[in-house]
């Protein structure tokens, strides 16, 4: 496929049904109890789970994350746009072979608990860990005062610091593929650095029902402010298991003031969406958003991308 993404981490992207998903038991901190075994646990955000944040959680059978964001308690305004939801998040981490992912409901209160005291409460205590992996950039406790070197001066566990991931000569980070997603709209070279397509979901609301006046009804998605949305445009892509076109954009041929959606054309689906949660994992962008003369040529050029849409899509996924 495109990207060089994973078809297993691709299946866990665009069908997220209860039968196919690998199933990662999902466990708050607060609930952890010590229970004799010894773990290998990864720590860090992970947002996007990108190729870096898969060499730090490789090995491991327990990840530890945040939620939410610390920036978004600590530092609201210098919280960039998130690459995944922690829905989307979990499903990656639990393609991964890891066997539970611990949550640590992130606040102030959580925030003050200094490195030693994580450490000593979490890491030796409730998590019993015999191994702890971690980017070379991490941080954690009161003050970041927690360092990948303070890990290593314990001797309950092993440490394991992991380097950053290059790809093409340049470090892999949350923020250069949020620059390909959201001004580039190059979600192969996204896919490339991610290890799995570019995701995005949201509920399913009403829109002005344009699409089904032309003949392609949509499933729109008012997007969530605080996350990634790609570029403007029109993509190739799987969502909830069939192979679809997606609008990103503000429908310019039409006078809206609705603002940005994410409409998405379900390719050989017939049924109401409304109110469900749509999962759309984008593979290449078509083209920009652009104005047409009159609602006719709108709909000759929608028939091309829906074509365009169908041969991509298909060749991405092999038949099972």
Known sequence: MRGGASFASYVAVFRPTPHNLPRVKVTPLPEVRPDGRRRR??????????????????????????????????????LPKLLTPFAIRRDLIGELGVEELVVIPFDRDFSRKPAEEFIDEVLTGQLNAEQVSVGQNFHFGK???????LLRAHGEFDTR??????VDGEPVSSTRIRKLVCEDGDMAAAAKLLGAPFSFEGEVVEGDKRGRELGMPTANIVPDPNLAVPANGVYAAWSNGHPAAVNVGVRPTFDSDRG???????????????????????????????RFDSADDLVVQMRRDVEQAREIASATVPRR
Request: no cysteine; net charge negative; hydrophobic share 45%.
């Open 143 to 149: 003050d970041q005062g927690g360092t990948p070197d």
């Open 161 to 166: 610091v992991v380097p950053m991931v290059e």
């Open 41 to 78: 646990v990864a720590i860090g955000t992970f947002d996007g789970v990108h190729l870096g944040h898969r060499e730090v959680i490789g090995g491991a059978d327990t990840v530890v994350t945040f939620e939410p964001h610390p920036l978004a308690v600590l530092a609201p305004d210098k």
């Open 260 to 290: 940005v959606l994410i409409e998405a054309y379900l390719l050989d689906f017939d049924g109401d969406l409304y109110g469900q949660t749509l999962r759309v994992a984008f593979i290449d962008r078509l083209r920009g958003e652009k």
